[in-house]
């Protein structure tokens, strides 16, 4: 992701827009993929248990809670960071990679009908990420 969003600034495309409206399709389309997989749609809790896998949960090092209404979730480390950081980016280029990463996320959210914040960030110097998916 952060290759080709290099590559089209450096071509004098609108890189960001590019980038952004492509990760939020693929997640639009991974959305689609967790809703059938989550059955009841409509209790978070099943969201939760679909979603935050071991896999997601062991790679991420995730923390989730949830109920009916809404997850939390809370991410000590971010793969994709540690990603960007090796290849040298800096933090403030790391953050906005992130926030349009982040955009895979909100994509899940819509096609799950649900509306997704985030409010802290390892990328912008928080110690976790966090994320609240809710109805």
């Known amino acids: 992701m952060a290759l080709t969003y290099e590559e089209a600034k450096k071509a004098g495309a609108d890189a960001e827009t590019i980038t952004r409206k492509a990760i939020k ?12 997989k989550t059955g009841d749609i409509s209790d978070l809790t099943n969201f939760d248990k679909v979603f935050f896998n071991d896999i997601g949960k062991a790679t991420f090092e ?3 809670s949830s ?3 809404d997850v939390y979730a809370e ?3 971010c793969p994709l960071l540690a ?17 349009m990463a982040m955009d895979g ?9 649900y509306k997704l ?13 966090k994320l609240h998916f809710h109805k």
Do not use: P, V
């Open 25 to 36: 399709r693929t997640g639009n389309i991974h959305g689609l993929g967790w809703k059938e």
């Open 62 to 64: 995730i923390e989730t």
């Open 67 to 69: 109920t009916i209404d």
């Open 75 to 77: 991410f000590h480390y």
């Open 83 to 99: 990603a960007w950081q090796k290849m040298g980016y800096d933090d403030e280029t790391c953050a906005h990679l992130c926030d």
């Open 105 to 113: 996320d909100r994509g899940i959210a819509e096609s799950m009908g």
């Open 117 to 129: 914040e985030l409010t802290d960030t390892i990328a912008k110097g928080c110690a976790t990420c």
